[in-house]
């Protein structure tokens, strides 16, 4: 069946211009997370949705970042004001969501976001 | 911070197995033990994890310490195809908790 798609796969933007990154999760997951993987480094956790529900955002760095999941299932991460510390591959993983131990997340290829 | 410390990196030859060893001393009773493995230009892939007994899949054994203090993933016969980037992670529940990943051990299958 269908993974965990992304697009675009790769985004070029000026500094200061807004983006939009978008997921689609495997078909009725109802966990959906983004993370954010700089060059060298292992992804960190950005924001976490159950369903619509966006259950924890600590993980932004700052508001210019923002993400919506309005129907529980596509989820957008729009960064506004893009500035070159944005730089990096931007994964969203999903799950079932049941919570057990062998609920595990299933990622998509990433997003490359440049900045220039 | 990610509560796991792993080599940086490690080298096999090809067909033989590949021992990736990972320190969680910090771990509490109910945490799992997860390991993911990042191939170039890919999403993380989820490769097996286990509590307290030893695991096995078509894929890695898992071999955790009675005191639960660390770990070993074993891919029994490596691949040139198994180059990737090896995480530990300790995690409650995987499905519905943010997963903490450090710098992982780089593992290069060498022919």
């Known amino acids: 069946g269908a993974g965990v798609s992304q697009s675009p796969r790769y985004k070029v933007a000026k500094r200061g211009q807004d983006v939009a990154l978008r997921c689609d999760p495997i078909?009725?997951?109802?966990?959906l997370f983004w993370y954010q993987q700089a060059l060298g480094q292992g992804p960190e956790f950005l924001t976490y949705?159950?369903?619509?529900?966006?259950?924890?955002k600590s993980g932004l760095p700052s508001d210019r970042f923002f993400a919506e999941r309005p129907e529980g299932s596509v989820s957008t991460l729009k960064i506004q004001r893009t500035q070159q510390e944005d730089s990096a591959v931007y994964l969203c993983?999903?799950?079932?969501?049941?919570?057990?131990?062998?609920?595990?997340?299933?990622f998509g290829p990433g997003t490359r976001l440049t900045v220039l | 911070d990610a509560k796991t410390t792993q080599p940086p990196s490690m080298d096999c030859a090809e067909g033989r197995a590949a021992n990736l060893p990972c320190n969680h001393s910090?771990?509490?009773?109910?945490?799992?033990v997860y390991w993911y493995r990042q191939i170039h230009s890919q999403g993380p892939q989820y490769i097996i994890h286990?509590?307290?007994n030893n695991e096995t899949n078509e894929m890695a054994s898992l071999i955790i310490t009675e005191d639960r203090k660390s770990s070993t993933l074993i891919l029994p016969h490596a691949t040139l195809r198994d180059t990737a980037v090896y995480y530990c992670?300790?995690?409650?529940?995987?499905?519905?908790?943010?997963?903490?990943f450090g710098k992982g051990t780089r593992l290069s299958v060498i022919a």
């Open positions: 993983a999903s799950s079932p969501g049941s919570g057990g131990a062998t609920d595990t997340q299933y």
């Open positions: 078909s009725g997951h109802v966990s």
């Open positions: 949705f159950q369903n619509e529900a966006q259950l924890d």
């Open positions: 910090t771990i509490s009773g109910n945490e799992y």
């Open positions: 992670i300790v995690s409650y529940y995987s499905g519905n908790t943010p997963l903490v």
């Open positions: 286990g509590l307290k």
